[in-house]
């Protein structure tokens, strides 16, 4: 159980991280970012902060995240 947590931090931590290396070689900030996805820029900002995001707003982000990474 405990291997199961780490392992999924681990990803959630990978994925804030290519989320905000995303964005920035896309030159958005947080708050165009906000914008396309539909979302406040503080849910973006909550979300790589750490901070606890609802699971819709984490799809809506992870789903502009693969558009982003696809443009590459």
Request: charged content about 35%; overall charge positive; glycine content about 6%.
């Amino acid at each position: 159980m405990a291997r199961k947590l780490r392992v999924r931090l681990e990803v959630v931590g990978d994925l804030r991280e290519k989320l905000k290396q995303a964005r920035k070689s896309e030159k958005l900030n947080v708050g165009q970012l906000a914008q396309k996805i539909g979302v406040e820029p503080q849910a973006i900002e909550d979300y790589q902060s750490g901070k606890e995001v609802p699971p819709q707003i984490i799809a809506n982000i992870e789903k502009e995240l693969i558009k982003l990474l696809s443009k590459k």
